[in-house]
C-alpha cells in the first residue's frame, strides 16, 4: 500500500513552454502533499506544500507564479512549471502524506519526474 | 533555522564492513527524523523513523538509528554491508507536529566494493 504515482517520469521541452507535473496517490487519500526539487547529485529541497482545496503555501526564494500548484482532490496535486528555461531542468520529486496516518507523520514518495528544458 | 547535516558525503567500504552514517539536526521543539535510501535510477524509500518512544529504531533491510537527543544525531548503523547496499542515503527531519515538508541532508553517496 502507500503507493505515490508521477507523470510523467520524464520530459522534454522548449524554453518558453509550460510543462505539467502529475503526482497521484493510488491507494490512500492524501490531505497534503509536497513538491520537492533535486539537482543532480544533491539532496532534495522543499519548494511547496499543497493542501487539497486550499491554496499552496510555497518555501523562501521559490516563484509562486513560476511553479503553479493545484491540489483539486484527495488523490491528486499538478505542479506546473510556466514559461520555463534551462535553469528550470531538474528531477521534481513529490510526497503525500497519507491521513490516517497523522499520527505517524510519514510521507510517501513518488518516483519523481525529470524536466528538461532545452 | 532549521537544518540537516549530514558529516560524510561519499563512503566507501568493503563487503561485510560496519556502516555508520552519521547525521545531525537543528530543531526547536519536537522533531520527527527519518533516513531514506535511494538506489540508481530508483525513488526514495523509507529506511527507518523516529517519532517518539524507544530511542534506538530498527528499519528495513538490517539499519538501525539511534536518536540522542543530548547530541542532536540520529546516525544510521549496519553491521555487516552487502555489496547491494550502495546507494544514496539521506537524512531528514520535520517538526514534531508534523504538517511541515522535510528538511533533507545533503545526502552520503555510499560504494560498497565486493
Known amino acids: 500500500g502507500a503507493v505515490v504515482s508521477q507523470h510523467p517520469s520524464w520530459v522534454i521541452c522548449k524554453s518558453g513552454t509550460s510543462v505539467k507535473i502529475e503526482c497521484r496517490s493510488l491507494?490512500?487519500?492524501?490531505?497534503?502533499m509536497f513538491w520537492y526539487r533535486q539537482f543532480p547529485k544533491q539532496s532534495l529541497m522543499l519548494m511547496a506544500t499543497?493542501?487539497?482545496?486550499?491554496?499552496?503555501?510555497?518555501e523562501q526564494g521559490v516563484e509562486k507564479d513560476k511553479f503553479l500548484i493545484n491540489h483539486a482532490s484527495l488523490t491528486l496535486s499538478t505542479l506546473t512549471v510556466t514559461s520555463a528555461h534551462p535553469e528550470d531542468s531538474s528531477f521534481y520529486i513529490c510526497?503525500?502524506?497519507?491521513?490516517?496516518?497523522?499520527?505517524?507523520?510519514?510521507?510517501?514518495f513518488g518516483p519523481g519526474t525529470r524536466l528538461t528544458v532545452l | 533555522a532549521q537544518s540537516v547535516s549530514q558529516h560524510n558525503h561519499h563512503v566507501i567500504l568493503s563487503e561485510a564492513a560496519s556502516l555508520e552514517l552519521g547525521c545531525n539536526y537543528s530543531?526547536?521543539?519536537?522533531?520527527?527524523l527519518f533516513w531514506y535510501v535511494q538506489y540508481p535510477g530508483q525513488h526514495l524509500q523509507l529506511l527507518l523513523k523516529y517519532f517518539s518512544g524507544d530511542p534506538l529504531v530498527k528499519g528495513i533491510k538490517g539499519f538501525e538509528a539511534e536518536f540522542i537527543k543530548s547530541k542532536f544525531s540520529f546516525n544510521l548503523r549496519k553491521p555487516s554491508v552487502q555489496w547491494s547496499d550502495t546507494a544514496e542515503y539521506f537524512c531528514a527531519a520535520n517538526s514534531g507536529g508534523g504538517a511541515d515538508g522535510l528538511t533533507f541532508g545533503k545526502g552520503t553517496h555510499l560504494i560498497i566494493q565486493p
Open positions: 530543531y526547536g521543539g519536537t522533531v520527527n
Open positions: 499543497s493542501n487539497e482545496g486550499s491554496k499552496a503555501t510555497y
Open positions: 510526497s503525500a502524506r497519507e491521513m490516517r496516518s497523522r499520527a505517524y507523520n510519514e510521507q510517501f
Open positions: 491507494d490512500f487519500q492524501a490531505t497534503t
